[in-house]
């Protein structure tokens, strides 16, 4: 009995000693790991979702200086507005790097919230991004985003749909005529016409392809000058509002967007779409027969005798302004948006490069056609942003009250939405 | 004799009792008091805050903009036609899923009230969408309204105004029809619970003295079951109107405001959370608030029912 106590006791002081190294060792590893996460920072990436690209290029581009980890968005652009600018309005120091959507640049740069890019780094990133892109990232005549990848919208067919119609794609098209080769043989356009900003863009490359604009001196925030109801902006409502009442129209217009337009494309009917660079090998396990058949050609005209204006979207990088380690962030945006590090993402998640030069990236051209690479790259050169302005959230939810439904699109919308907009943008309508 | 007798008892009995009551109260008070305390540092704070940021134009990402328009925010929302169709949708959402809840709700009370096989399974059953978190319900029916993979087409193309290409939000009524639809589902076993506990009250000898008397299932229904239900009843609807006028998660996923479905809730939310204008929104708010403080005023006066009666303290 006394013995197996003093064994107890023995026993009890071992446990107690082998507790205390635990706890030692534990402690010492955890301000081992303090002291190499102060050494080392971790900067934070805000992304939009995608299907890995961003997060490879994270991975990439981290250095023995720096460790990128990312966080991701929600999924609609609008909602990633919203998040970014409510945390950036609070001053939260965990944002050092984020992804953000063209038309909302001018707003984030406006608000000062981001880090000043140096020239030399801005001189380098303009000269090798698409003009376009680089009018989407500049605000003030200063490049405040560095341009990571360009999406822009091409026009996709069904080839044997075509063939039976009989119509030339290799020659450019108009929404008229696509529209009335769709209706008289049992197919669909899909577009993408919810309420939303996909809805917008529509409509803007519609106005930009008739040669004008939704706002002039776009610079000049609420008092920018509205341009919607214009000759160009007449042929835009002209083409929504054919479209909507042909037979040509998708049963869910009203509600489509870039993933409804992909599945009525590859539905029965499917026949035409816009859609952006991405949808390409959306059929390749699904639907190898629709994959089969698609085919491509450059973005319908809004006017016969005037160059169509594709959409423009993608993602800039911005540097924020309230990030604890903003020098080393604006450091690490020449890897991330390397042509190297374009290509990366671009053969991760089909959203195409910024610059020509991302194009050269190998791989892709094992995963894209030549020419639908050649095709993506003009698109970029002929397409035209959203209006950069601050206030472009206002205007594009303006718009969006106005021309949605597309069936309740006529001439008199354009009229319509320019004095809504000015009304809004003057504090005297509720959006 | 016993008129005098009685009349001392009763005079004597009034200053106990009324000593009793402000000691009571009195206590009651100091019970609450922590609570009253915590809740105006957690609301009163909020709309104190929301009142004084609704006499400015105020947009949060051009803050220097800042700009004093007193009342203009409110007469701007208040001679906007949009608030007046967002309110319109609001009420048009709250009556009808209300009025179709209380009968639907009370239908399931009494089945709760009265089954005697498998009760627990029964009421559980009936309770499970009010367990199910609204965004979830609300994609649920999204998804079944949809016009690509819902099952609505399908099962309801014999009707003659359905068939397989409807497309339920693509104009304004079939999508408040669905959006109704979708809150009706939710909140009904809300309802039905609470005219369950309501139900749960009524005396079964009141009831046992009307059949004895001779009064048929819907005399006693009408005579004595809601009449002894009134309190409970008014607070069904009152719970569920000012939680349907409050609508917001329904139309955010399932029309995001679109065909002229949005609520005043969602009206709100796109200002301040969307627009980011603090200032109208903040008005926005303020004006709702004032809509459910008079809502939930003339709910109380239509039903008569007296407070402190139905505590049981008069």
């Given at each position: ?431 | ?12 009995a009034e200053p106990h009792a009324s000593d009793r009551a402000t000691a009571e109260n009195r206590l009651g008070l100091k019970l609450v008091a922590p609570a009253v305390v915590m809740m105006l540092l957690v609301t009163a704070y909020?709309m104190l ?182 309190a409970?009843?008014?607070v069904?609807?009152l ?54 403080l008079?809502?939930a005023f003339?709910?109380v006066?239509?039903?008569?029912v007296d407070l402190a009666q139905a505590r049981g303290e008069a």
């Amino acid at each position: 009995m006394r013995s197996s106590e003093v064994r107890g006791a023995g026993v009890g002081a071992r446990r107690r000693s082998v507790a205390l190294t635990a706890v030692l060792v534990l402690v010492a590893g955890l301000l081992a790991a303090c002291s190499s996460a102060s050494a080392k920072p971790v900067l934070t990436w805000y992304i939009n979702p995608d299907t890995g690209g961003q997060d490879a290029v994270a991975k990439r581009c981290s250095t023995s200086q720096y460790t990128i980890t990312t966080q991701v968005l929600p999924t609609d652009a609008g909602q990633q507005r919203i998040q970014l600018a409510r945390r950036l309005a609070a001053g939260d120091s965990s944002i050092d790097l984020m992804s953000i959507d063209p038309p909302y640049t001018a707003e984030f740069a406006n608000a000062g919230y981001l880090a000043p890019i140096p020239a030399d780094l801005a001189s380098t990133f303009a000269k090798r991004s698409f003009r376009s892109a680089v009018a989407a990232a500049t605000w003030k005549g200063r490049l405040v985003v560095a341009p990571f990848w360009s999406n822009t919208q091409v026009l996709w067919y069904r080839k044997s749909f075509v063939k039976k119609a009989g119509i030339d794609m290799n020659r450019p098209v108009t929404w008229t005529q696509i529209i009335k080769t769709a209706s008289q043989n049992g197919g669909t356009v899909a577009v993408q016409a919810n309420k939303y900003e996909g809805y917008v863009v529509w409509i803007n490359a519609l106005v930009s392809g008739a040669g004008g604009t939704l706002v002039k001196n776009a610079a000049k925030g609420v008092d920018a000058t509205i341009s919607v109801n214009s000759p160009a902006g007449h042929a835009a409502a002209g083409v929504i509002e054919d479209l909507a009442h042909s037979k040509a129209a998708p049963a869910d217009l009203s509600v489509s967007t870039e993933g409804t337009a992909g599945t009525t494309f590859g539905g029965p009917t499917g026949a035409f779409m816009v859609n952006w660079t991405y949808i390409f090998h959306n059929y390749d396990s699904d639907a190898p027969q629709v994959a089969k058949d698609i085919g491509y050609t450059t973005y319908p005209r809004t006017l016969p005798g005037r160059p169509a204006r594709p959409p423009y979207g993608g993602i800039g990088i911005g540097v924020s302004k309230f990030s604890a380690h903003a020098a080393l962030a604006t450091q690490a945006l020449s890897c991330l948006t390397s042509p190297t590090s374009q290509g990366v993402n671009a053969k991760i998640t089909g959203n195409m490069p910024s610059s020509a030069a991302g194009y050269q990236y190998a791989p892709l051209r094992k995963i894209y056609p030549a020419n639908l690479l050649a095709l993506f790259q003009k698109s970029l050169v002929l397409a035209a942003p959203r209006s950069v302005t601050p206030y472009w959230s206002d205007i594009s939810s303006a718009l969006q009250s106005t021309w949605h439904s597309p069936t309740s699109v006529n001439a008199s919308t354009p009229q319509k939405s320019a004095s809504f907009i000015e009304q809004v943008l003057q504090g005297k309508a509720l959006l | 004799m016993t008129t005098t007798v009685s009349t001392p008892t009763t005079s004597a009995a009034e200053p106990h009792a009324s000593d009793r009551a402000t000691a009571e109260n009195r206590l009651g008070l100091k019970l609450v008091a922590p609570a009253v305390v915590m809740m105006l540092l957690v609301t009163a704070y909020p709309m104190l805050q929301a009142l004084y940021l609704s006499l400015f134009r105020y947009r949060l990402t051009t803050p220097g903009e800042k700009q004093f328009v007193g009342l203009g925010n409110y007469a701007t929302a208040l001679t906007d036609s949009l608030f007046w169709q967002d309110l319109f949708n609001t009420v048009v959402i709250m009556v009808v899923s209300v009025a179709v809840e209380l009968v639907i709700g009370f239908a399931f009370a009494m089945v709760m009230h009265r089954i005697i096989v498998a009760r627990g399974l029964m009421r559980t059953s009936i309770l499970i969408p009010y367990g199910i978190i609204t965004v979830v319900s609300a994609f649920a029916w999204q998804f079944a309204f949809s016009l690509n993979n819902g099952f609505v087409n399908g099962w309801f193309q014999w009707l003659p105004w359905i068939s397989a290409d409807t497309n339920w939000f693509g104009s304004h009524w079939p999508a408040m029809f669905a959006i109704i639809v979708s809150e009706i589902w939710k909140t009904t076993p809300f309802m039905a619970l609470l005219l369950l506990a309501g139900l749960s009250q009524v005396s079964d000898d009141m009831l046992e003295a009307a059949q004895v008397d001779g009064a048929t299932w819907w005399q006693r229904l009408y005579k004595v079951i809601l009449p002894n239900m009134r309190a409970a009843i008014m607070v069904a609807v009152l719970f569920r109107a000012l939680d349907a006028f409050r609508i917001f998660d329904n139309i955010f996923v399932m029309t995001k405001g679109a065909q002229g479905t949005e609520s005043s809730s969602f009206l709100t939310y796109r200002q301040v959370i969307e627009q980011f204008q603090l200032g109208m929104g903040s008005a926005l708010s303020v004006l709702l608030f004032l809509a459910v403080l008079l809502l939930a005023f003339l709910i109380v006066r239509l039903f008569r029912v007296d407070l402190a009666q139905a505590r049981g303290e008069a």
